[in-house]
């Protein structure tokens, strides 16, 4: 049963619900979902829905009929992000962990370590405890091998999973680790399911050899009756008839996951095929089909592992995964982020801790919230504003942190705005990201195809759907600033006649309904966003740099420039020209270059650019 308690619930009433629910004999949790306070029963209540709808600050009373409460969507409709440390699981950014079967030695494990951290990994796996079929296989290096991980953690800053295989191993697994796996083996040892609901840690829990999804369900709503939610759940291929693989990897299992619970989905295709050229394909497969993380087994000499070396993956073959990983992730709405736990780091050094903020345009629900999200994770709140301007003056004020504005789309070109805004503004580009531009048309609930005579959104999401619109002459387009904005102008007219383009996530934000998805032209619509801040405090590796300059207005001045470029064999990735404000036909050049201009190699080259530029001023290097 869920309680929908009233907003305005005294904290006496409250108090009042959960010792009356106490005194019936149930757990009462509470929680905030969508932005409403329930409370959740768990256990045998006696009382109808009617019953407790009578009591004081309860504003409505649901029963869950699925068998697994906690865990299920129902209870909880908003996705569960588990985090460890500076990684979270669960939201935009693709979690990978990676590491060796089990730990051998210090060497093996440090050296593995850092091989996966600079492919991608941000987590790092070794069994301590290994479960193995044979009782004269290596059994792992137990205690020492926890110790092992303890001391990558430290060296790498990589959080250390690692399984365990009772309960008396929960105060070792306290003391060294940051993530305990549950292996297939353990699904339904329903009393090491109760020892790490006790537990402070995270939990991977694998799914059993030959268990159904309601069964591994019933094992994470164990580990959550216990009161540990971080969750985590591990689809490592089930036992079928079918024996070219090691096991079938049920894929599948994702979408249906996704519907039935809230809870974060890991995929292991490492055990799942056992055989090394089969898991990276799977991989791809699964970040496409929406899982969160990846654990993949890695080894430096998979040939002498002491465990799995036939499905274990060598470094580089690895490496070669996450760019995979890196290219597809987008497509779904997801992100690899290469730079994950060294812009955490720098994020909270800076901020000591305090609330940091990205300024975005528009309502929640905007492409740029999702680019903030997707760009700083948790780490940083994204803050709506009402134009660009606002953000450049925001960030340069210092009333937020970073600002996160587009500045190209694959389809409908640069938003020039941006262009002039960094020119005005003594800012620094701190990093970029690009995500997929995926739009919907939405409406009121009640509002149908045939009533819409107004479409709204900003021109560059006008334009995307041009061919779309133009099979409705009757749908008149309408500008405004964001998308987001024209979901809630659309919500706020209560006009049944008029419809938004934007993201499905802002029509979810809104309680709006979608009429018709993936509207753009194209569907390659992908928008590259800036992240602006006031100063560069080393978020990223660097790879890139934003310069603008000036020439002189003479044959061959913009020539000279690009022989510089081209003898030092830095490669241009843009190059757009700007009027400059108050002196008409003269015109500024903003240049990307895949380099770091300030490298000590390239420090001729930037004596001669600023010697044959009439101004240059670098903007950023990320
Ligand atoms: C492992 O992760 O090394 C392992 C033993 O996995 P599973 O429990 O899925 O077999
Ligand atoms: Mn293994």
Redesign the pocket.
């Known amino acids: 049963m869920l309680l929908v308690l009233e907003d305005q619930i005294t904290p006496g009433q409250r108090d009042e619900i959960k010792s009356r629910l106490h005194g019936e004999g149930c757990i009462a949790r509470e929680i905030t979902d969508k932005g409403r306070n329930l409370i959740g029963i768990i256990g045998k209540t006696l009382k109808t829905p009617e019953e407790y709808k009578k009591l004081e600050g309860v504003l409505d009373a649901l029963s869950i009929q699925t068998s697994h409460k906690l865990v299920s969507r129902e209870f909880k409709s908003e996705d569960t992000r588990v985090k460890i440390g500076n990684v979270v699981v669960g939201g935009d950014r693709i979690v990978i962990i990676a590491g060796p079967?089990?730990v051998e030695s210090r060497e093996q494990a440090l050296a593995i370590a850092r091989e996966v951290k600079k492919y991608g990994a941000v987590l790092f796996?070794g069994?301590a405890y290994?479960?193995r079929s044979s009782p004269y296989s290596f059994q792992g290096l137990e205690e020492e091998g926890l110790k092992i991980l303890a001391e990558v953690r430290e060296t790498t800053g990589l959080g250390v999973v690692t399984?365990m295989t009772s309960p008396t191993q929960a105060e070792l697994m306290e003391k060294y680790v940051d993530v305990v796996?549950?292996?297939?083996?353990?699904m339904q040892n329903f009393e090491l399911l109760k020892c790490v609901g006790k537990m402070s840690k995270p939990v991977v829990l694998?799914?059993g050899?030959a268990s159904t999804i309601q069964e591994w369900l019933m094992s994470a709503e164990y580990i959550a009756a216990g009161g540990n939610e971080n969750v985590i759940l591990?689809e490592?291929?089930i036992r079928t008839f079918e024996p070219y693989t090691r096991n079938t990897l049920d894929l599948s299992a994702i979408p249906v996951l996704k519907k039935l619970t809230h809870l974060p989905i890991v995929i292991?295709p490492?055990?799942a095929t056992g055989i090394r050229e089969k898991v990276a394909p799977m991989a791809r497969a699964a970040v496409a089909a929406g899982a969160d993380a990846l654990?993949i087994?890695v080894h430096n000499n998979p040939d002498k592992a002491l465990?799995?070396g036939p499905q274990s993956l060598y470094p580089e073959q690895f490496g070669e995964l996450t760019r995979d990983i890196y290219v597809i992730a987008p497509v779904v709405g997801k992100q690899l982020d290469y730079d994950y736990l060294k812009k955490s780091e720098v994020i909270r050094k800076i901020h000591n801790g305090g609330t940091k903020t990205a300024a975005f345009i528009g309502e929640k629900g905007a492409y740029s919230h999702k680019a903030s999200l997707s760009y700083f994770g948790e780490d940083v709140k994204p803050l709506p504003m009402k134009s660009f301007s606002d953000i450049f003056d925001a960030v340069e004020g210092g009333e937020v942190d970073y600002g996160v504005v587009p500045v190209e789309n694959s389809l409908s070109g640069s938003i020039h705005e941006n262009f002039d805004l960094l020119q005005e503004h003594d800012l620094k580009i701190i990093g970029e990201i690009t995500i997929r531009i995926k739009h919907a048309l939405i409406v009121h609930k009640e509002a149908s195809k045939e009533s819409i005579k107004k479409v709204m959104g900003p021109p560059p999401a006008l334009s995307q759907c041009k061919n779309y619109l133009a099979q409705y002459p009757e749908m008149e387009p309408v500008p405004v600033v964001a998308t987001s904005s024209a979901v809630k102008m659309v919500k706020d007219s209560g006009d049944l006649s008029c419809a938004a383009i934007a993201s499905t996530m802002a029509a979810g934000i809104f309680d709006m309904k979608i009429l018709e998805e993936s509207i753009e032209d194209n569907p390659r619509n992908f928008t590259r966003f800036v992240i602006i801040a006031r100063e560069d405090k080393g978020h990223k590796k660097v790879g890139k740099s934003s310069i603008i300059f000036t020439t002189g207005n003479k044959p061959g001045s913009l020539f000279e420039i690009m022989k510089i470029f081209s003898e030092y064999g830095v490669n241009l990735v843009k190059l757009e020209s700007r009027p400059i404000h108050g002196k008409p036909w003269e015109y500024m050049f903003y240049t990307d270059l895949e380099a770091d201009i300030e490298s000590r190699e390239l420090s001729p080259m930037l004596e001669e650019l600023k010697d044959k530029s009439e101004t240059f001023r670098i903007l950023g290097r990320y």
Request: charged content about 40%; glycine content about 12%; overall charge positive.
């Open positions: 079967c089990a796996r069994g290994k479960p399984e796996q549950i292996g297939a083996r353990n694998k799914r050899l591990c490592r291929g292991d490492s055990h654990m087994e465990s799995d």
